[in-house]
């Protein structure tokens, strides 16, 4: 086997090592935060953070697969989030991994991280309101006042996020733990 292909395998399994690790994480740090009482989710969006952090790591199509394990693996796991909102945080957190991951191609990691922030709401909000419209969904959770509501509930997260995240990613990249792009 040539230097290169064993380079690329164990590219591989890094990666893949890595994401089962963000996946542990995206099940684990939002029980750590439920100490907070049941609404310390809606706050501080932890499960969010492993998942942008694969998309800026890994690269849209781990961050992609991961965005989706996530939140499946934990509500079959820990119950929550419950179903039936876990099927709209699926492509929410499907679209935070995948946009990080593409961005972080193409600019800094601020940028990116935001860009994925607004761009999974955007998607949240749509898959809400086809649910709403078009699949007759009802939810308490599943109107306007409710969406507007978690964003604003969810500020703590977001400033967690952008603080966060940065961070990880600089220590990582000065520490060159970071995959070829």
Known sequence: MKLKEKEKINNKVTKMAFGGLLVALGILLPQAFHIFGTNGGGIF???HIPVLMAGILLGP????LIGV??????????GMPPVPKVYFMIVE???????TGVMIRKTNVY????TAMVAGRLIYGISLVFGVK???????FAN??????????????????????????MALKKGGILFER
């Open 45 to 47: 969006l932890p499960i």
């Open 61 to 64: 199509y781990y961050g992609g």
């Open 69 to 78: 394990l996530v939140p499946v693996l934990s509500s079959i796991l820990t």
């Open 93 to 99: 957190l499907a679209a935070y991994g995948i946009v």
């Open 111 to 114: 940028v990116s991280l935001l």
């Open 134 to 140: 078009i699949l007759h969904f009802t939810a308490p």
């Open 144 to 169: 306007q006042a409710a969406f507007v509501g978690g964003i604003v509930s969810g500020i703590p997260g977001i400033v967690i996020q952008i603080l966060v995240i940065p961070a990880l990613y």
